[in-house]
T-cell receptor, first 113, second 112 residues
Framework: EAQVTQNPRYLITVTGKKLTVTCSQN?????MSWYRQDPGLGLRQIYY???????DKGDVPEGYKVSRKEKRNFPLILESPSPNQTSLYFC????????????FGPGTRLTVL | DAKTTQPPSMDCAEGRAANLPCNHS???????VYWYRQIHSQGPQYIIHGLKNNETNEMASLIITEDRKSSTLILPHATLRDTAVYYCIAQGAETSGSRLTFGEGTQLTVNP
């Protein structure tokens, strides 16, 4: 089944403790992206990647890092999480011929205490 | 990206057609109309998109007016599982690879 998977689905952590949220897609998509969703603010893009080793900042990149060493994986790294990064996070991927048709993962609900 | 306007909420009876409107009066010639939906706290789901012509797939139909200033997403036989927030996005090819801009969307509630 074609899908985007994220792990973990739920995470409660404390301020300053480094964490990684993994994202993997099995559709051989070149484009991948991370969004966060907050009440009243909608979905906002954090980082995106057009291909392996190519990443770029979205609208709200501060406090996040990403890497794209393989086509299928696009992990989101929070080096020193803070409470304002408590949010619902979505990973998405899309084929190169239409990067606006995006397939989203199930989401990761992160709470930073 | 052109601004889109959608009603905040709509109701529909199960089994009936759900017609969700979207205004995009400032849409430019190369901007597509995309529809996504999000069932409570799940990942957004792509539904359909179009440029000028009406489009249909297994999920829905998209009707775009001739002047392209508005469109309607049609779910022909709504089910309870279609209850979700529906987002209309007008986005041009030049922004591909950047981001999808989701607005407030329309909360569609399908009632038994």
């Amino acid at each position: 089944e074609a899908q985007v998977t994220q792990n973990p689905r739920y995470l409660i952590t404390v301020t300053g403790k480094k964490l990684t949220v993994t994202c993997s897609q099995n559709m051989n998509h070149e484009y991948m992206s991370w969004y966060r969703q907050d009440p009243g603010l909608g979905l906002r893009q954090i980082y995106y990647s057009m291909n392996v080793e190519v990443t770029d900042k979205g609208d709200v990149p501060e406090g996040y890092k990403v890497s794209r060493k393989e086509k299928r994986n696009f992990p989101l790294i929070l080096e020193s999480p803070s409470p304002n990064q408590t949010s619902l996070y979505f990973c998405a991927s899309s084929p190169p011929w239409d990067t606006d048709t995006q397939y989203f993962g199930p989401g990761t609900r992160l709470t930073v205490l | 990206d052109a601004k889109t306007t959608q009603p905040p909420s709509m109701d529909c009876a199960e089994g009936r057609a759900a017609n969700l409107p979207c205004n995009h009066s400032t849409i430019s010639g190369n901007e597509y109309v995309y529809w996504y939906r999000q069932i409570h706290s799940q990942g957004p789901q792509y539904i359909i998109h179009g440029l000028k012509n009406n489009e249909t797939n297994e999920m829905a139909s998209l009707i775009i007016t001739e002047d392209r200033k508005s469109s309607t997403l049609i779910l022909p036989h709504a089910t309870l599982r279609d209850t979700a927030v529906y987002y209309c996005i007008a986005q041009g090819a030049e922004t591909s690879g950047s981001r999808l801009t989701f607005g407030e969307g329309t909360q569609l509630t399908v009632n038994p």
